[in-house]
């Protein structure tokens, strides 16, 4: 295994800077298959006033007393772009797809809290047809863990043998739909430069299209916050939000949300133009009483 690398920003890390990385040639993963040991962390950031605007304004999400779920996750992606794009990593960023995030709000952040950011390389799985990356992510506040983070990339490929022999498979939600609206196409850009991800299938239909796409679309956080938004479940805390990603959901499409409320847990699911298959399947719970426990 390689030395370790420690990244170490007082701001947020500059998209323009690791996307000089994107293009790198890939050294592949090490002969024991772990994941290189990349930490970053990002200490001292304040919400602005015209970030949240911003935030909630593009994410479909209304503003509250408290920094919704979504929050920590959108601001801390460009420190996961830094890491997941740095020379070490295995993989050129390119290859590589989110398809799944669990999500974990402990306590109510305040929107003027000071937070610090910590990314880190996690588990390797190699599946039958790719290969599975986890990255941990976690924010505190004042000394305290508030709200952490699993994010897991896929990238397609042989890469030895199959230790798992699928993906962790997402919940079927036979719920009803509860609301329908269209994508919308507006602030692809602005929502680019908050979350750090300037991938040109998000921003560029005709870009897409090479690609095989019906045409660019939205950024997998905004999405899931437009199904918050409309569930009302945009600020709750403790919670916890687990969400797959599963297709794209195009900018002007007309999406229904279908919606199943169970016991412990409400199951989602976001549809594409009638698809009847999701483009994006999200659980969250909320724990009673004043346990912090999660399934």
Not at 48 to 76: A, Q
Not at 183 to 211: C, T
Not at 273 to 295: C, L, Q, S, Y
Request: hydrophobic share 40%.
């Amino acid at each position: 295994m390689g030395m370790p690398v420690r990244l170490e920003y007082r701001a947020k890390p500059s998209v323009f800077g690791f996307m000089a990385n994107v293009w790198r040639p890939s050294p592949g993963f090490a002969g024991d298959g772990r994941l290189p040991d990349i930490e970053a962390r990002w200490s001292g950031h304040r919400s602005s006033p015209r970030e949240l605007e911003d935030f909630f304004k593009l994410s479909g999400m209304p503003p509250g007393e408290g920094l919704s779920i979504l929050y920590p996750h959108t601001v801390s992606f460009p420190m996961l772009m830094a890491v997941l794009s740095h020379p070490a990593f295995p993989l050129p960023i390119w290859k590589l797809l989110q398809v799944r995030n669990r999500l974990v709000q402990h306590q109510p952040i305040a929107p003027d809290a000071v937070l610090d950011f910590t990314v880190r390389t996690g588990e390797r799985r190699v599946l039958e047809k790719g290969v599975e990356m986890d990255l941990l992510v976690a924010a505190q506040s004042g000394g305290r863990t508030v709200w952490e983070a699993v994010d897991t990339f896929y990238a397609r490929g042989r890469y030895g043998a199959a230790t798992q022999g699928e993906a962790a498979a997402s919940p079927a939600v036979a719920g009803r739909a509860v609301a329908e609206w269209r994508m919308p196409q507006h602030g692809r850009w602005r929502y680019g430069l908050l979350s750090g991800d300037l991938n040109p299938l998000h921003m560029s239909s005709l870009y897409a299209r090479r690609f095989g796409y019906a045409g660019a679309f939205a950024h997998p956080q905004r999405a899931i916050g437009q199904c918050l938004g409309h569930l009302g479940a945009a600020h709750h805390a403790p919670m916890q939000l687990d969400t797959w990603i599963k297709g794209p959901v195009f900018y002007g499409a007309r999406v229904a949300l279908r919606s199943e409320p169970r016991p412990a847990e409400q199951l989602f699911a976001l549809h594409v133009d009638g698809d009847a298959r999701p483009a994006i399947v999200g659980r969250f719970v909320i724990p009673h009483g004043n346990k912090d426990t999660f399934a």
